[in-house]
Nanobody, 122 residues
């Protein structure tokens, strides 16, 4: 069984910063892409940023230059540093990871965290 546990959400003023963390635990042989998604009220879940096992990254246009994704492979953890936060960044942020459980012959399975709320308000 695999679990993704997120932390770091909260309330911040416009222009402020937050750092989200997501740690994967359980039956993990290897992790491919790890990423962060968000879902605002009344909207579909959207990709914020993702990072592949080799370190290459991809960002939504709306967060480029403000957010930075990184990972610590030894800790099976992915981070999202969010700077210059705006009210339009308000959402529940979800961690996602593609994980092989036991060996190279296993397929990658997508796992999701429980979500963490980010609120930007003065």
């Amino acid at each position: 069984q695999v679990q993704l546990v997120e932390s770091g959400g909260g309330l911040v003023q416009p222009g402020g910063s937050l750092r989200l963390s997501c740690a994967a635990s359980g039956s993990i042989f290897s992790i491919n892409t790890m990423g962060w998604y968000r879902q605002a009220p009344g909207k579909q879940r959207e990709l914020v940023a993702e990072i592949r096992s080799g370190g290459s990254t991809n960002y939504a246009d709306s967060v480029k230059g403000r957010f930075t994704i990184s990972r610590d492979n030894a800790k099976n953890t992915v981070y999202l540093q969010m700077n210059s936060l705006k009210p339009e960044d308000i959402a529940v942020y979800y961690c996602n990871a593609a994980i092989r459980a036991y060996s190279n012959s296993d397929p990658y399975t997508d796992y999701w965290g429980q979500g963490t709320q980010v609120t930007v308000s003065s």
